[in-house]
């Protein structure tokens, strides 16, 4: 499975920008996908996630309430829309698949994921 990230930019704080997680070749019928997004000189660090059959979903702290993650089964795509924007919400964003379901314990566990797609830039000016 090949993972691809899109849709990033510059955007001013308050905006919204949607990013997209489309998957290709064999897909597994219970997995999940995670968000993760990595600023420099930091560590990769968990946004959201979904579990593809359940359509259960986690978020981090710091993007509840402002960030909605959701899925496309039939285009095999998974969508992080984001809102109220903020200029720490700037970072690379990518994603990666976890076979099997995850639950909140496992939720934003980074190396659980495999199968990272090339991520995407998200640049939040004040």
């Known amino acids: 499975v090949q993972l691809q990230a899109s849709g990033g930019g510059l955007v001013q704080a308050g905006g919204s920008l949607r990013l997209s997680c489309a998957a290709s070749g064999r897909t597994f019928s219970r997995y999940a996908i995670g968000w993760f997004r990595q600023a420099p000189g930091k560590e990769r660090k968990f946004v959201a996630a979904?579990?593809?059959?359940?359509?259960?979903?986690y978020y981090s702290d710091s993007v509840k309430g402002r960030f909605t993650i959701s899925g496309d089964i039939a285009k095999n795509t998974v969508y992080l829309e984001m809102n109220s924007l903020r200029p720490e919400d700037s970072a690379v964003y990518c994603c990666g698949l976890k076979s099997g379901e995850i639950d909140t314990r496992i939720a934003a566990d980074r190396r659980l994921y495999r199968n990272w797609g090339q991520g995407t830039q998200v640049t939040v000016s004040s």
């Open positions: 979904i579990s593809w059959s359940a359509g259960n979903t």
